[in-house]
């Protein structure tokens, strides 16, 4: 994965780990990451969201508009037309 940005760029795969280059830079720098249990932390989080205990880090409006952008998007190239998130969101699809 690779994400762009106009002063530095970070660059991911799994046999480097996370890698920066800052602007003007020759050479990119390794960052230190902690390997963790993506899958544990959100099955702890949503047991505590349901328990009562805190707020979910994403609401379920969020994530179901989250959704309506890919499914816009899929939909899109499928009909071959323009596809708005306030259209899928409103269909009963």
Known sequence: MNVY????????????????????DANQTSVAVQKNDAIA????????????GVEPEVGGE?????????????????EGRHVTVAEVLASND
Do not use: H, P
């Not at 760029?9 to 996370?18: E, H, M, W």
């Not at 994530?63 to 939909?75: D, H, N, P, Q």
């Open 62 to 78: 969020s994530a179901m508009t989250s959704l309506a952008v890919v499914k816009a998007g899929i939909k899109s190239v499928a």
């Open 5 to 24: 940005g106009k002063k530095m760029s970070a660059y991911y795969n799994l046999f480097d780990g996370l890698r920066c280059l800052n602007q003007g």
């Open 41 to 52: 932390e959100q099955l702890i989080e949503w047991a505590d969201a349901v328990s009562g």
